[in-house]
């Protein structure tokens, strides 16, 4: 069985400051892994994936995300962040001959001016 | 290309009432998984449907149930709702069978009083 550790529940950061948001994974098989972004009163957006290859991936919005197969983390980045970044962001695994996604508590990053 | 839609929007029934949710996948997509989203539970799995079959289930009871019709548009259905069922019930739609992008609607807001 998967599971999702998003290690930050909440984030603060100023404006134009980089962010890490962090995710650990627990899997015995070969995984998928994403990172959503959720708005208030919204459903999730896909901000980036990693299937297979590069072990950095770019996503939308200048985010991305690195794999660490070792380490069992994937987290993301973004250099600077804005005021409309602020949301929630959620981590989710699935294994690669499943058809379930598990998606980790979420972290809520608080942009500040 | 629409998105997934997911009606009614917004819904308040009584305990004890049933309630039955639906999504439309955007076209061509033929899985479609369903989420419960809650402040304190976070974001969890209910079922996923491809092609009309179920293929993977959550740990929710047998008062959750969902179907999957022919032209790919998803119902869930609750019943005996409880007050504890009150949350966000979100969809996602697939075009792939291995669920490599999922594409999720606005949700469902379910408030039972």
């Known amino acids: 069985a998967q599971s999702v550790t998003q290690l930050d529940s909440q984030v603060p950061v100023f404006e134009e400051a980089p962010v890490e948001l962090r995710c650990n994974y627990s899997?015995?098989?070969?995984?998928?892994l994403f990172w959503y972004v959720q708005y208030p009163n919204q459903g999730l957006q896909l901000l980036l994936k990693?299937?297979?290859?590069?072990?950095l991936v770019k996503g939308i919005n200048g985010f991305e995300a690195e794999f660490n197969k070792s380490q069992t983390s994937f987290h993301l980045r973004k250099p600077s962040v804005h005021i409309s970044d602020t949301a929630e962001y959620f981590c989710?695994?699935?294994?690669?001959?499943?058809?379930?996604?598990?998606f980790g508590a979420g972290t809520r990053l608080f942009v500040k001016a | 290309k629409a998105g997934v839609t997911q009606t009614p929007r917004y819904l308040i029934k009584t305990r004890g009432q049933q309630v039955t949710l639906s999504c439309s996948p955007i076209?061509?997509?033929?899985?479609v998984s369903w989420y419960q989203q809650t402040p304190g539970q976070g974001l969890q799995f209910l079922f996923e449907?491809?092609?009309?079959?179920?293929?993977n289930k959550g740990n929710f009871p047998g008062r959750f149930s969902g179907r999957q019709f022919s032209n790919s548009r998803s119902e869930m259905n609750v019943s005996t709702l409880e007050l504890g069922d009150s949350a966000l019930y979100l969809c996602?739609?697939?075009?792939?069978?291995?669920?490599?992008?999922?594409?999720f609607g606005q949700g469902t807001r379910l408030t039972v009083v």
């Open positions: 449907y491809f092609s009309e079959t179920q293929r």
């Open positions: 989710a695994v699935s294994h690669t001959g499943g058809f379930k996604t598990i």
């Open positions: 996602a739609s697939s075009a792939d069978r291995r669920n490599t992008e999922a594409f």
């Open positions: 990693y299937l297979s290859g590069s072990t």
């Open positions: 899997s015995s098989v070969s995984v998928y």
């Open positions: 076209s061509g997509h033929r899985s």
